[in-house]
């Protein structure tokens, strides 16, 4: 069935070193989204993709679509505290009406 | 903020017990998800609504069940409880793109986390 890879599982970082965490998915997406989730919170949708090769920022956040829009990346300049938690991507299901979501990947950031 | 509401925040129950996850949003919106999760784990999608009478099966078996009488209510019901079921259990709504394959924002609720003993 269709599926979005994430990777890594789980990252550690240094308080101000980068981090990036990758989407892949099995099949070719009309557009991908990104989700946080803080420790004890709940997923919130931070943006999304549409265009093959997008690129867009968010402050220290930088996410991008792939050419094939098969995969996606999200880049954090200068990690801080703040920036823990998962971080989910999630693409269309082909069939329609519901969306499939990464395994996510857990950041954790020491200060 | 979205305007979606889960009750309770917590609870624990005994097992066998019947228990009833309530998720209510006030944004109009047609689709509706109930996502199972643990702690900074995987989201399983349960069960999902496009509109007023319509629910589908997730890709996680559950022994739970849903109904859509009204589109801001999205009730989640096990009729007997057991520590398998504990977990978090997250309600979430998006609106309908104007493809049946859009993909819209979803707006989730605070969750609940739910203890089975």
């Known amino acids: 069935g269709q599926q979005v890879m994430q990777i890594p599982q789980y990252q550690h970082v240094q308080e101000g070193e980068d981090f990036t965490t990758y989407c892949n998915s099995s099949t070719t997406l009309s557009n991908i989204q990104w989700y946080k989730q803080r420790p004890g919170g709940h997923p919130v949708f931070l943006i999304q993709?549409?265009?093959?090769?997008e690129v867009k920022k968010q402050k220290r956040l930088t996410f991008q679509f792939g050419e094939a829009k098969k995969n996606s990346s999200l880049h954090i300049t200068a990690t801080q505290t703040t920036d823990v938690g998962t971080y989910f991507c999630a693409g269309p299901y082909t069939g329609g009406f519901k969306t499939i979501f990464g395994a996510g990947t857990r950041l954790f950031v020491k200060a | 903020e979205a305007d979606i509401y889960q009750t309770p925040r917590y609870l624990v129950i005994g097992t066998g017990k019947k228990i009833t996850l309530e998720c209510s949003q006030t944004?109009?919106?047609?689709?509706m998800y109930w996502y199972q999760q643990d702690p900074g784990m995987e989201l399983h999608l349960i069960h999902y609504s496009y509109g007023v009478n319509s629910t589908e099966k997730g890709d996680l078996s559950s022994e739970s069940t849903v109904s859509r009488i009204r589109t801001e209510h999205f009730p989640l019901t096990l009729e007997s409880a057991r520590p398998s079921h504990t977990s978090q259990y997250l309600c979430?709504?998006?609106?309908?793109?104007?493809?049946?394959?859009?993909?819209?924002?979803?707006?989730f609720g605070p969750g609940t986390r739910l203890l089975v003993l």
């Open positions: 993709l549409v265009k093959s090769g």
């Open positions: 979430a709504s998006s609106e309908s793109g104007w493809m049946w394959t859009d993909q819209e924002t979803q707006y």
């Open positions: 944004m109009g919106h047609d689709k």
